[in-house]
């Protein structure tokens, strides 16, 4: 834990579902959604997550201690989400976690505009086209996924699978994962992503099935 580490956070909500997208879809998870986001997406299905103020802050430890309950109930893992979670220092949270769910992997999903805080056993960086992520993000990250909903997206989804290559990745650390993933209600991201992926192996679809399923 750092000095200025984060001890308590304000918090949209907590629950145990599954991971409805990305690599680790269909898995038992359990999920702190963090307040606060400056990114400002004008798809961003989470705008409540917006204004750190209106939420509630919750002790890390109390946190820490639903992540251990839900890991007895069957979790996976803990996935920690926003808002952008990275707007606040998380090496308090992921050390709390550590001591209370031992053994209970911390994943994190996150547009990679802020430093990197925390201990993270799966980072999923979603890159934003108007707020590019930081290098660090782009080297750290085990899935790189990108929201497409016209042609330019998928310009820009190459051109970051271009700079994780480039970015200075631990030689043991394997490239990530590189995920599209359609707007959910755009018909021309679903094509696009579609036939991107059907042309470029690297590349899979992701698709956010817990909208499908009307699921949380
Ligand atoms: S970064 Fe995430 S929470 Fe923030 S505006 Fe974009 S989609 Fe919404």
């Known amino acids: 834990m750092t000095a200025g580490s984060d001890l308590a956070l304000p918090v949209v909500e ?12 269909g898995r038992s998870a359990f999920f702190i959604r963090l307040a606060g986001c400056s990114v400002g997406c004008p798809w961003c ?7 750190v103020d209106a939420h509630p802050t919750v002790a890390v430890t109390t946190l820490a201690e639903q992540a251990r309950q839900a890991q007895g109930a069957g979790a996976a893992f803990t996935v920690i989400t926003g808002g952008e979670p990275l707007h606040h220092n998380l090496d308090a949270l992921c050390y709390a976690l550590g001591v209370a769910a031992a053994g209970l992997p911390i994943h994190l999903e996150t547009s990679g505009v802020d430093p ?26 085990q899935e790189l996924k990108v929201v ?14 271009s700079a ?3 970015a200075g990745r631990p030689a043991s650390s394997a490239p990530p994962i590189l995920s599209l993933q359609p707007l959910w209600d ?7 992503a579609i036939a991107h992926v059907r042309q470029n192996p690297r590349w899979r679809l992701s698709l956010q099935s817990h909208k499908w399923l009307g699921v949380r």
Request: charged share 20%; net charge negative.
């Open 14 to 25: 907590t629950f145990h579902s599954l991971q409805g997208e990305g690599l680790h879809a």
């Open 45 to 51: 299905d989470t705008k409540s997550s917006w204004p």
């Open 116 to 141: 990197l805080s925390g201990r993270f056993d799966w980072i999923t960086l979603s890159p934003k086209r108007h707020r590019p992520p930081r290098r660090q993000a782009l080297a750290a990250c």
């Open 148 to 161: 497409v909903s016209d042609q330019h997206d998928l310009a820009f989804a190459e051109a970051m699978a």
């Open 164 to 166: 994780a290559d480039q």
């Open 186 to 192: 755009s018909v021309a991201g679903q094509e696009l």
